[in-house]
């Protein structure tokens, strides 16, 4: 799992639009990358809203952002038709990003214990470094924190 101060593990993932992100491409930009559970869960849905409700913002401070789930590109692009969003999605359906992230984890409902996706988010500065790291995000206002964090770089 990346802490402040380490390179992020790089990745290649593919995205909606027929897109294929590769992370270190992205250099020198700033680059905000969040994890969360499921397309069109409510938490996952309103995080998403709330991105791309600052996307024009993220992209005045310069920075690109990545959402990420173990869901399917064609989901995604359900979900992102669905609720008309502004993020890039990215699918890392085999779990492999995840589990470098250190965002693929236990966790528990109603008694029951399952792996997941723990909701989590990291900003990474222009040099591939994490800066930032969320863990376990509680969504309302998270986007506006991560806002103020990338133009705080």
Avoid at 79 to 99: Q, R
């Amino acid at each position: 799992m990346p802490i402040e101060g380490d390179i992020a593990p790089d990745f290649t993932l593919p995205g909606t639009n027929g897109s294929s992100v590769t992370l270190s491409d992205l250099r020198p930009s700033p680059v905000v990358v969040f994890f969360y559970p499921r397309d069109d869960t409510p938490g996952c849905t309103t995080e998403n809203k709330d991105f791309t409700a600052l996307a024009a913002e993220f992209q005045a401070a310069g920075a690109r952002v990545l959402g990420i789930s173990k869901d399917t590109v064609a989901k995604h692009e359900k979900f992102v038709a669905k609720h008309d969003l502004g993020t890039d999605l990215l699918s890392d359906a085999d779990g492999t990003v995840c589990e470098d992230w250190g965002v693929w984890v236990e966790k528990n409902m109603y008694g029951k214990t399952y792996m997941g996706i723990e909701r989590a988010t990291f900003l990474l500065d222009g040099s591939g470094t994490v800066r930032r790291a969320w863990h376990k995000v509680k969504v309302p206002g998270h986007a506006e924190e991560v806002l103020s964090a990338v133009r705080a770089l």
